[in-house]
């Protein structure tokens, strides 16, 4: 009996994927896993698209949680796995992220990842820095390494999509103060312009271009390049996901003790808390001829044992959300840092994924802002008709 199985093509999908399928073919000898490739990003996502469409899906496939999920039509297309016993292994907190209709439709096959600062250990040691639980001390904090002739902040907006961490990060610190963001976002009722919460996102970015805390040829500086003046000392902070991890670790395997990471601040520390990347999910196709054989695979996915062999050739990003599936004491001191937030509730999943609007055009908005061409009040207000547009495609109520 033979399922398939589609991934997207980056070496670290390919790794895990291999070892959760090698581990699955040994508890279920009779059931062969074919693997196939696609691109990533845009082509990637029209790929999906059209094989659904045209009724060429694999058995399973690998794809993104939240916001994307909403355009791949789950109810004709996905099998609806919600009274499926095996969800139960599955953390609550990722739910919403596969959820469409009050319905659920994957579990995850990877860790979580973070969005917030990358720090150099080294650096903060040598001046007497101690980890920034708001805004303000953040500012202060960058000041003393201005002064002491070291680049505050990384840019690297040359990889435009480097310059929206500021702003998505900050997504925690938005819900701390309105809590119902996500959704009066989503109907309408909120904008990123008018919203004081959502609109203090755009200034943070906007503050760290007028005090002067990036390096001066940040427009040029390619997202690589960020990564070696982070793990060399050059550069004392680097706004990013957690995902540059195993970049970091492959690049720099003598420097990741020096590399620690703590949330995006907010103005009050007693709130301090961590913005959430929920990690992309495994998916039946609902017009599979082998739905009692994906069931089994999916399930394996969904439970420690899957996650095992995936974490022996794939270093986590960030805790896992499958129940019982603990951190190794081997991963990366940044890792560790997360694992604080997690432990006290402390997190909120990023806005993609409480809400389906994500607008395209975010990373040129704010390498706009953040390079001063745009001030943090006009950025918000267009990323507030970016956002419009694709509002009306999806054809979301309210708008």
């Known amino acids: 009996m033979k399922l398939s199985l589609l991934i997207d093509n980056t070496q670290d999908s390919v790794n895990s994927a291999k070892a959760i399928v090698d581990a699955f073919q040994k508890k279920y000898p009779n059931i062969t896993v074919d693997t196939e490739t696609r691109p990533g990003g845009g082509e990637g996502d029209n790929l999906v698209k059209t094989r659904l469409s045209t009724g060429d899906m694999a058995d399973v496939f690998?794809?993104?949680?939240?916001?994307?999920?909403?355009?791949?039509?789950?109810?004709?297309?996905?099998?609806?796995?919600?009274?499926?016993?095996?969800?139960?292994?599955?953390?609550?907190?990722?739910?919403?992220?596969?959820?469409?209709?009050?319905?659920?439709?994957?579990?995850?096959?990877?860790?979580?990842?973070?969005?917030?600062?990358?720090?150099?250990?080294?650096?903060?040691?040598?001046?007497?820095?101690?980890?920034?639980?708001?805004?303000?001390?953040?500012?202060?904090?960058?000041?003393?390494?201005?002064?002491?002739?070291?680049?505050?902040?990384?840019?690297?907006?040359?990889?435009?999509?480097?310059?929206?961490?500021?702003?998505?990060?900050?997504?925690?610190?938005?819900?701390v103060k309105n809590p119902k963001f996500a959704d009066d976002y989503t109907a309408n009722k909120a904008k990123y312009s008018t919203d004081p919460a959502a609109l203090r996102s755009f200034e943070k970015l906007e503050e760290l271009n007028k005090k002067g805390f990036m390096n001066k040829d940040f427009l040029a500086t390619a997202y690589d390049a960020g990564l070696k003046m982070l793990a060399e000392g050059k550069g004392a902070h680097y706004p990013m996901l957690s995902f540059a991890l195993p970049a970091l670790e492959q690049n720099f395997p003598d420097k990741m003790?020096?590399?620690?990471?703590?949330?995006?601040?907010g103005d009050d520390a007693s709130t301090n808390g961590l913005t959430v990347w929920m990690p992309d999910a495994a998916y039946i196709y609902k017009k599979s001829p082998h739905l009692e054989e994906a069931k089994k695979f999916v399930e394996f996915i969904a439970s420690a044992e899957g996650m095992t062999a995936s974490a022996a050739v794939s270093k986590p990003t960030g805790p896992y959300l499958i129940k019982d599936m603990k951190l190794t004491d081997n991963v990366a001191p940044a890792v560790k840092d997360m694992t604080s937030y997690f432990d006290t509730g402390k997190t909120a999943s990023a806005l993609e994924f409480v809400s389906p609007i994500k607008g395209p055009n975010l990373p040129q908005i704010t390498v706009e802002v953040g390079s001063g061409i745009k001030s943090a009040k006009d950025g918000a207000k267009s990323y507030d008709q970016d956002v419009e547009k694709q509002a009306k495609q999806l054809g979301l109520a309210g708008w």
């Open 62 to 175: 690998f794809y993104n949680s939240g916001s994307l999920l909403q355009a791949l039509n789950p109810e004709l297309n996905l099998l609806d796995l919600t009274g499926e016993p095996f969800m139960k292994n599955v953390v609550d907190s990722f739910k919403p992220a596969v959820t469409f209709k009050g319905k659920l439709y994957g579990v995850p096959y990877a860790s979580t990842m973070a969005g917030g600062w990358f720090y150099n250990k080294k650096v903060y040691k040598d001046l007497g820095l101690s980890v920034p639980k708001t805004w303000a001390e953040l500012i202060a904090n960058n000041e003393k390494i201005k002064t002491a002739g070291i680049t505050p902040v990384i840019g690297t907006y040359k990889d435009s999509w480097t310059a929206q961490l500021v702003v998505l990060a900050d997504y925690y610190n938005v819900q």
């Open 257 to 265: 003790n020096d590399i620690g990471f703590f949330a995006q601040p």
